[in-house]
């Protein structure tokens, strides 16, 4: 990666270690993510040594550039997500639980000096992301929403021909 999102494991020592990173598009091309076209984030980090783990706290607010699910023109969503995570060191023993008081539990090799938050980051910021990214009612393009909803194009109030085989049989079984 061309930034370095880690926290030094071997020269933390007990206390609070704080950071802050911006992250940018390049971020998300490293994971080859085309569907992220621009984003502009700012993760805050918080470690803390207690004994034998490393409590780990991210925020990470700004947005995301993605493509409108409607009209796929370019639609800025906003980010506002958080990650606890505990750090351990050593194998996760077998049927040990994946969360402990509330926080994310992360292995980490025994005697590693680093932990890499880079992957972290990139999960919490795209699972941030809502199932269906689109524009607001009425902003997506007109030229998309044209071939989406044809019979609403032109005037509301000027019906529409319709071009169907049935269409000489509208209003068949209306008395008047």
Not at 40 to 54: F, H, I, K, P, Y
Not at 59 to 74: F, K
Not at 140 to 149: D, E, F, Q
């Amino acid at each position: 990666m061309a930034n370095n999102y880690f926290i030094a494991l071997s020269d933390l020592r007990s206390g609070v270690y704080t950071a802050k990173w911006n992250v940018g598009s390049e971020f998300f091309a490293e994971f080859e993510n085309e569907q992220i076209r621009a984003a502009e984030l700012v993760v805050g980090v918080r470690a803390q040594r207690t004994g034998a783990s490393v409590s780990v706290d991210l925020d990470i607010n700004g947005s995301l550039t993605v493509p409108c699910d409607r009209c796929l023109e370019d639609v800025v969503m906003p980010v506002e997500t958080s990650a606890m995570l505990k750090v351990r060191f050593g194998q996760q023993p077998a049927g040990e639980a994946d969360e402990e008081d509330g926080r994310e539990l992360v292995w980490v090799p025994a005697g590693e000096p680093e932990f890499d938050l880079a992957q972290v980051i990139y999960d919490y910021s795209c699972l941030s992301l809502p199932i269906q990214c689109r524009h607001r009612e009425g902003e997506c393009s007109p030229g998309a929403m044209s071939y989406l909803n044809p019979s609403k194009v032109g005037s509301p109030d000027v019906e529409q021909p319709v071009d169907s085989p049935f269409a000489a049989l509208q209003g068949l079984f209306n008395k008047e």
